[in-house]
């Protein structure tokens, strides 16, 4: 499923723990990791080293993608290293589509102040990949590989489809189940509309008996559920934390309007608070 996976590096102890769930997955898959770091054009990088003009960036870039290619070589992994200038999100989007890479993979924090990878910037590398991207917290080392239980929010859309797509050869790395869930949202509802509710939460239902169809055809144990929250993002939260979920997997883009479960908006709020990695499937709008 993977043949070639982009790894941006900050040299952060935040990128280097997410690394260690990365190796995993290149071990498993036979995956070459991609190291990347983005020297930020955003800051004067050249110095003067005696009598040789040295762009310090660069170099520092260097010693941290071969430091990283080291651990990937002790756990017998392929890697291969570039150091490039420019934007970071848009240089790493950028390079994953010049490898044609499988899946970007990167820490959600880095460093502090002025040299900064991530947190932030991973929305915005969301935003513009045209691969999957895998979003990894503090302390997702710790999740178990290969998952066990895969979440894939749902609306419906070409968007939650993309994804449970994407995480159904996942979830058979190891036959894990798949949860599939769609939140009925009433952020948007006024009190007492209880017709609005039933007419959104029948469109769940649907949504949701969907997506079961298409995990158990695969062979894979499936777990549908509908739950009512103030928010997509507040619901999927909720239930990642109840029955103790792995990976949420979901689509960028979804429906508007009386189905918009799943928009954009929702991958980054979901970015920002899921205690687990997230696997974000983008869709071209066209679709």
């Known amino acids: 499923m993977y043949d070639r996976i982009c790894v941006p590096t900050d040299g952060s102890d935040a990128a280097a723990a997410a690394f260690e ?27 003067r080293i005696g009598g ?33 200038q420019g934007g970071v999100p848009e ?13 970007v993979a990167m820490s ?9 990878l991530v947190g932030s910037t991973t929305e915005r590398v969301v935003r513009q990949s045209p691969v999957p991207v895998l979003a990894l917290r503090p302390g997702d080392e710790t999740v178990p590989y290969p998952y066990e239980d895969v979440l894939v929010p749902t609306d419906g859309s070409p968007a939650a489809t993309a994804a449970l797509d994407r ?11 798949v949860h599939v869930l769609s939140v009925v949202d009433t952020g948007g509802i006024g009190i007492g509309d209880h017709v609005e509710v039933d007419v959104l939460s029948e469109y769940a239902d649907d949504a949701v008996a969907e997506g079961v169809e298409r995990v158990e055809a695969a062979g894979l144990e499936a777990v549908g559920a509908v739950e009512v929250a103030s928010s997509a993002a507040r619901g999927i939260r909720a239930y990642v934390d109840d029955p103790g979920v792995d990976l949420v997997a979901m689509g ?3 429906r508007t309007g009386v189905g918009r479960y799943l928009l954009g908006s929702v991958a980054e709020r979901t970015l920002r608070t899921a205690p687990v990695p997230v696997l974000t499937v983008p869709v071209p709008e066209a679709e």
Do not use: C, K, M, N
């Open 21 to 47: 769930h990365v190796l995993a997955i290149a071990a498993d898959h036979g995956a070459t990791v991609q190291l990347l770091h983005v020297a930020d054009t955003t800051r004067d990088s050249v110095t």
């Open 91 to 103: 240089t790493v989007a950028s390079y994953a589509e010049e490898l044609d890479a499988d899946l």
């Open 52 to 84: 040789d003009v040295v762009d310090v960036l660069e170099r520092e870039g260097e010693s941290i993608v071969e430091e990283a290619a080291a651990r990937a070589a002790d756990r017998g992994v392929d890697a291969e290293t570039a150091v490039r």
């Open 252 to 254: 960028t883009h979804g």
């Open 167 to 177: 995480a159904l050869p996942i979830a058979e790395r190891a036959g894990a189940t």
């Open 108 to 116: 959600t924090r880095g460093r502090q102040g002025v040299e900064h």
